[in-house]
């Protein structure tokens, strides 16, 4: 009886951790699950964190560093020098063979060194400043595209699943008429080409359904892929297309006011030329004088024994305080060469930060006439929706009374068809147009919102 209880836990808990969990998210919820929990947010959260640790590496460099060493030497064939005979009472011009020293010796050395000025480190520690926050700019361009691409995956599933909804409307009413004009047929009441129209449309109606419904199982991959889910998780979507439409239509958005610090962008253009600008620093600096001190403390033992474990041993004390000053006097214009790039480099940097101001100018007015169109479109088309929808139930009726052929239906049909995937289609495109708008004028704040669910 206990081994079947324990059999039956075992079971419960087997199929407890075997459960997929699933989501449920709206699009903001979603949005938020991903800035923090995306591939490449994490990996951008690392790259600050490097960047933070290479501030420190750069920083520490200046700072006091304290080496010890250990030495040990045991001279296996001691080394013979030769000394005139005379020095010990020998015959002038012999030599005696002598061994100067002791066969083993035993050092321990500590040394402190700091160092005083180098124009280098000063210019270093600026760069390392700078380069913390390109970090901290490029992270934040990369959770804006993390937001985006999120919007327009979480808008996709949407979009098919939509499709999906429409095209099994669509299939049960062709189906519906296929079989009342198979049946007219078989009575003599319509003819064997309307039925094949009818065949037409339905097998194409059918065939659309079946990609769509693939399409929406890789849409959900995609938007899993954003979110850093597995893609096999289940999500389950909170928000309609049709509401996410709605909410993203006005305009006051385009009238927003425009600042070229907000644009992330432009920070970052701004970045590299703030690195060129140190990088001429740098390169002058090098003609400056660095000056570095030490104290130096050790202790040493001499035998011919290893007795350095001793404690009647002998060890003697040393220790030695210094400065050393390196002096750059002539490089054969190297170091001028080196500058001379450097300012070539700022310059080819300043130009680069000019274009990059008139890309994002451009950037922006083009985002802003891709929301306004989106917009018009999205109003273009629900209206053809309706216009194609009330031509597609007049031919219907002109169809079920012989006025009209099964030849104007399909047409009417297929016109329909195109106006129900233009209409849905326009509902995505505002939402992505918004999301693009907003990412030029960076309004949704993204670093902020981060920190705070990290918290």
Same mark, same amino acid.
């Given at each position: 009886?206990?081994?079947?209880? +324990?059999?039956? +836990? ?23 699950? *991903? ?18 640790? &290479? ?5 520490? *460099? ?23 005979? #005379? ?18 010796? *035993? ?8 160092? +005083? ?159 060129? #600008? ?89 985002? &802003? ?28 009726? &002109? ?57």
């Amino acid at each position: 009886m206990r081994t079947l209880s +324990i059999l039956f +836990i075992l079971l419960i808990t087997t199929f407890g951790y075997t459960q997929e969990r699933s989501y449920s998210f709206s699009l903001e919820e979603a949005i938020n699950f *991903a800035l923090d929990s995306s591939y490449s947010a994490i990996n951008s959260r690392r790259e600050i964190a490097k960047s933070i640790k &290479k501030k420190w590496e750069t920083t520490a *460099a200046g700072l006091p560093q304290i080496n010890g060493v250990v030495d040990y030497q045991n001279q296996l064939k001691q080394p013979v020098t030769p000394i005139p005979g #005379e020095f010990v009472g020998g015959e002038p011009g012999t030599f005696v063979p002598v061994v100067f020293g002791v066969k083993q010796n *035993a050092s321990l050395t500590a040394t402190l060194t700091q160092l +005083i000025f180098d124009g280098s480190y000063l210019v270093g520690l600026q760069a390392a400043k700078v380069f913390v926050d390109f970090n901290e700019n490029a992270n934040e361009k990369t959770l804006l595209e993390v937001r985006k691409g999120v919007i327009n995956a979480y808008g996709s599933v949407l979009v098919t699943q939509e499709g999906l909804t429409i095209l099994e409307n669509n299939l049960a009413t062709l189906q519906d008429n296929l079989k009342e004009t198979k049946a007219l047929f078989e009575n003599g009441f319509a003819e064997e080409e309307d039925v094949e129209q009818l065949q037409i449309t339905t097998a194409q109606v059918e065939n659309d359904l079946k990609n769509t419904r693939r399409l929406e199982g890789i849409a959900k991959e995609m938007l899993n892929l954003a979110l850093g889910i597995p893609v096999n998780t289940e999500v389950y979507l909170e928000d309609n297309l049709e509401k996410l439409a709605q909410e993203s239509i006005g305009m006051a958005l385009t009238e927003t006011e425009f600042s070229f610090e907000n644009n992330v962008d432009y920070r970052i253009a701004k970045n590299l030329t703030e690195q060129r #600008e140190l990088e001429v620093k740098l390169e002058k600096s090098k003609a400056l004088p660095s000056i570095n001190g030490f104290v130096n403390y050790g202790t040493s033992a001499f035998d011919n024994e290893f007795v350095f474990f001793d404690n009647d041993t002998p060890w003697f004390q040393s220790s030695i305080l210094g400065v050393s000053m390196n002096i750059p006097i002539f490089s054969s214009l190297q170091r001028s060469a080196r500058t001379q790039q450097a300012k070539i480099a700022l310059e080819q940097s300043k130009t680069d930060f000019i274009q990059a101001q008139q890309e994002i100018n451009l950037e922006l007015d083009r985002a &802003k006439s891709n929301f306004t169109f989106a917009i018009e479109n999205y109003y273009t088309s629900e209206e053809n929706l309706k216009l194609a929808e009330r031509i597609e139930d007049k031919n219907l009726i &002109k169809y079920r009374e012989g006025i009209t052929t099964s030849f104007d239906l399909r047409q009417a049909q297929t016109q329909l068809y195109t106006a129900q995937r233009e209409y849905i289609n326009s509902m995505l495109d505002v939402i992505d147009a918004k999301a693009n708008l907003e990412t030029v004028l960076n309004t949704p704040d993204v670093t902020n919102r981060n920190q705070e669910n990290q918290q």
